[in-house]
């Protein structure tokens, strides 16, 4: 059973370019969850989402942030318009059940870098 | 709002000496307690979950435990090698987020 997956691996943009970031979460997982780690901070949740439904944006970004998780393939983070504040390591995860005691498992995360 | 805390920010200690990082939390309302490891530019290796029912949680030479009442848990990392090197961090599940805390970088001295 393949753990979560992440890709890129790493991603390089240059301010104003858009920033894709891919999640596939583990077999049987139906719930994603983003997370960001800026240069020297610790980790902040960003998002929570389902198939098709965004449960909880309350970390993301108002602006140039959005999230989905359709019904087939991986969930999608974007990020448009890119600034070099952007640049940090997204972690995803995900679990099987939304209950409170479930583990959450990571994926390898992408690092993005804004030029 | 649920914070967590993590002391110290750093430790450096001889290898082979038995050590604990600490971290403590706000909000005594949780789900379960997690433990993971970061190596510089690298992602997150879970050590060890511990549930909001549960005390203590033992793997190897690590041994985490966890008091709610209180709000604390500590890290216990037995006979220390070179390689046990990284950033500890300590995250709480309330309701479906982890909070996290700022966590402990450690050093051990060959």
Known sequence: NAGVMQNPRHLVRRRGQEARLRCSPMKGHSHVYWYRQLPEEGLKFMVYLQKENIIDESG???????????????????????????????????????????????????????? | KQEVTQIPAALSVPEGENLVLNCSFTDSAIYNLQWFRQDPGKGLTSLLLIQSSQREQTSGRLNASLDKSSGRSTLYIAASQPGDSATYLCAVRSNYQLIWGAGTKLIIKP
Not at chain 1, 65 to 81: D, H, M
């Open chain 1, 60 to 115: 993301m970004p108002k602006e140039r942030f959005s999230a989905e998780f359709p019904k087939e393939g991986p969930s999608i983070l974007r990020i448009q318009q890119v600034v070099r504040g952007d640049s940090a390591a997204y972690f995803c995860a995900s679990s099987p059940l939304q209950l409170g005691d479930n583990e959450q498992f990571f994926g390898p995360g992408t690092r993005l870098t804004v030029l």
